[in-house]
């Protein structure tokens, strides 16, 4: 449910699990993290942090669990620098583990603040991010990160395997239309934006914005060629 971007629905499966029985430490502070990402991805920031705050408070401070869950609270808070703080220490840490990846290459991305946009520092997080994990987000976020590269054939391949693997989710479909565009495919194109309106109408407005965009870059403005969301 989570990686079909179902977060309403996933949140009661993870509250569920973490109150089992028997549930190790370690497995109810994921539970709790889960469902804050979940509370994230719905724009209620408010039990985002609460369940970030109640996962962190099951290990001891400056160990790598309350390290991430604690870089979570301050993200959420708009405390970026601070965050990102912690998750060095937490990558210093366990260098291998999905969650210090997944946000230190969101944060170079500028997912929180534009200060801290440096695609090329992020690459190398979202790589290993999904090879540990191999989840719908960790490979939209690659995708993304290889489009602000202009590597448009890498943000394809991956764009592509999630539009295979995920049906129906109407922003791959468009970020597909913009990367053929890029790639001067403007049939293929025109198809993924067609595909896109027809599910969600709305789509209509961005597929304009982003042509009249492409319009000025071609005038000589520039374009910023950050991945919509």
């Known amino acids: 449910l989570l990686n079909a971007a179902k977060y309403e629905e996933a949140i009661p499966y993870f509250r569920e699990a973490g109150n089992l029985d028997g549930v190790r430490k370690t497995t109810r502070a994921l539970m709790f993290r889960n469902q804050a990402q979940c509370y994230l991805a719905l724009q209620m920031n408010d039990s985002a942090v609460k369940y970030s705050i109640a996962a962190a408070q099951l290990f001891e401070p400056e160990s790598y669990e309350y390290l991430i869950n604690m870089a979570d609270v301050d993200l959420l808070s708009g405390h970026v620098r601070e965050a990102t703080e912690k998750l060095e220490k937490a990558f210093a840490i366990n260098p291998d583990d999905v ?56 943000c394809e391949k991956h764009l592509m395997n999630i539009y295979s693997t995920y049906r129906g989710m109407t922003d791959v479909t468009f970020s597909l239309g913009v990367v053929k565009w890029k790639q001067n495919q403007f049939a293929m194109a025109e198809k993924f934006f067609e595909e896109a309106i027809a599910a969600d109408s709305s789509y209509r407005l961005a597929v304009e914005e982003f042509k009249f965009m492409q319009t000025l870059e071609q005038e000589g403005m520039e374009d910023p060629a950050i991945l919509p969301e």
């Open 99 to 154: 969650a210090a990846c997944n946000s230190l290459g969101l944060i170079y991305l500028g997912e929180y603040d534009y200060e801290s946009y440096s695609p090329e520092k992020a690459l190398p997080f979202n790589q290993k991010a999904f090879q540990i994990n191999r989840d719908r987000t960790t490979e939209e976020v690659l995708s993304r990160n290889y489009f602000a590269l202009e590597k448009y054939e890498d």
